[in-house]
């Protein structure tokens, strides 16, 4: 089998190289707390309507900031309730083009796929709620309360999707509301065992910041402990023993950007009903199989037929 | 404005260097009609795919030419009951992408028809024994043989069935006829497009494949996708002795050469920074266009999903009025 990381054995068994901070759990449910403390606000604007099919929506909502932020929103034409796929971006911040997102409108369900307009995307000074993934994971939250209160939604049927740190983003959210997320499918997740990455000199592209924070800011290494043990309330893999919901989970053994060991170490934390597929000769990227089989997951786990 | 071509005022005059042999209509009028006395043979069956409640995923095979089985992934929405029929096609050396992919059509009430090329990265056979070298590359598959064998004829011709077989299928508008394709999908498009001009309604093209060789090949641009060019000429030719015989056989299957005959309107882009299939060889096919059309230019793309290309393709193929569509 080609590897770049741990034997596929070793992968099988591994877990991750720190563990969850002793408060994630309660760091946690105080920000859910201060998600469910807001006064939810939302808006949306038609874009175009494609009769009797689907109809795009611009969706702009009030985020934690104050400040309104953007998603896409697709919903089939009907006034009945329908499944919805929450999907969240990867590292880029952007939402997949209209076109990409109308395959969901294809098997009857809608989408909401919103953008990210974050500055100091990379940084990792300042407390934990300062953290641009803290921002990105709390906005996703009160994303995922907006949508449970929609009242055209089939709330039974409510679903979470990303790919790279949208796959993160999404297991935090299926965490969290365990009760609501049916299922929860993610392909080459990241945010996952930052010391792992650091350790694998894999802190570049999307973890340039942990390569650019120790370089510049601590050449020493004299916070290092302190550093990953904040990046910890961050650490998808902390978030997975909370999730109930079904589990699909997409690794690329040949993936440099997000290792596999860190991957497993997601996966290996589940303790829900979980499906992984392995590709041993991809990497980071899209597959057509990936994508089948998240089709096949979904019509079988997700969307009522 | 950054370039890996000819400046833009000169692409928007460029017609292409490739040359035409002279009997190529009469060549591709009698394979054409070869290929509509062929009796059709097909089956479809369910696909792994479980269906929902809107959409049932099928595998299509037919028997293509030279007696190929042909694969293609078959979506059929159930909701409607005249549904338009979108024709798929794929890049090079691959397959019909992935079946969710596929859905994003059926969203609109589309069914779509996804054929797999023969012998590349899909389900399709290629049973076509052929002249010469077979150690790269299907551009130049044939190319010591009779023009009928090349692998480009056979699957240029496959396309015509492709549509016979939409024509028959239960539930489809066949008035509704539409196809989109990127890179080798959308030479495959365009060349389908101009062979079957009485049925096709629609034809979106994003930066074509399979066009003015010799253009590639001057420009040392034979490399990744064009790179069966590169061995030919090489191992076959070294001394440039046959360039003009070479290259005006490779004419036959030359995409610029076909779309005089599409009478659709055409929706057509170009990424200015392409590096596998370059502007100026996009640029000919677009120029010998002589149906309606327009073309988006995307200055920073280069060969590579372009999400506002798609978006234009949405609103081009559901606007019904072909004085409208391309506004």
Known sequence: ?305 | MPSVDMALEQLEHYNGTNPRPKDFWSFWDIQVKKTEQMTLSYEIQKSKIPESKYLTYYDLWFTGIGGSRIHAKYLKPKIQSDAPVMLQFHGYPGASRGWFEQTSWAGLGYALLAMDCPGQGGYSEDKIARQGTTASDHIIMGLDGPVEQMYYVQTFLDTCLMVRIAKELEGIDHTRICINGASQGAGLGLVCAALNHKDIVRCAALYPFLSDYKRAWDMDRDLVVYDGLRYYTRWFDPQGLRTQEIFTKLGYIDVQNFVERIECPVLFGTGLMDVFCPPSTQFAVYHHITAPKKHLIFPDYAHEEIGAFDEAVVDYMQCKEDAACLQ
Not at chain 1, 3 to 16: F, R
Not at chain 1, 34 to 43: E, N, P, T, V
Not at chain 1, 134 to 145: G, P, S
């Open chain 1, 1 to 305: 089998m080609p590897a770049i990381d741990m034997s596929l054995e070793q992968l099988q068994e591994y877990k991750g190289s720190m563990p969850a901070p002793v408060d994630f759990w309660k760091h946690w449910m105080s920000v859910t707390s201060k998600i469910d403390a807001m006064q939810l606000s939302y808006r949306l604007v038609e874009k175009r309507i494609y009769e009797s099919h689907c109809v795009y929506y611009g969706f702009y909502y009030q985020g934690m900031d104050g400040q309104e932020h953007q998603a896409k929103y697709i919903r089939p034409a009907t006034e009945e309730k329908v499944p919805l796929v929450l999907q969240f971006p990867d590292y880029n911040g952007v939402s997949r083009s209209w076109f990409h997102l109308m395959r969901y409108a294809g098997i009857g369900c809608a989408v909401l796929a919103p953008d990210y307009a974050l500055s100091n995307y990379e940084g990792l000074s300042g407390t934990i709620e300062e953290l641009p993934v803290h921002q990105i994971y709390t906005e996703a939250l009160l994303l995922l309360r907006i949508v449970s209160v929609m009242n055209n939604i089939d709330q039974a049927s409510i679903h979470v999707y990303g790919e790279g740190q949208g796959a993160a983003t999404a297991l935090v959210v299926g965490a969290m509301n365990p009760k609501i997320v049916k299922t929860c499918a993610m392909q080459y997740p990241m945010c996952c065992d930052y010391k792992r990455v650091w350790e694998k000199d894999y802190d570049t592209g999307a973890y340039q910041g942990l390569r650019d924070y120790f370089r510049y800011q601590d050449p020493e290494h004299k916070t290092e402990q302190a550093l990953f043990e904040q990046l910890g309330y961050l650490d998808a893999k902390n978030f997975a023993p909370y999730v109930k919901a079904h589990v699909l989970q997409g690794i690329g053994l040949l993936d440099e950007i997000s290792p596999p060991s860190a991957q497993f170490s997601i996966y290996n934390n589940l303790s829900c009903w979980k499906q992984k597929a392995i590709f041993p000769k991809h990497g980071h990227e899209l597959n057509n199989f990936f994508e089948n089989t998240y089709l096949e997951f979904l019509l079988t786990f997700g969307i009522d037929k």
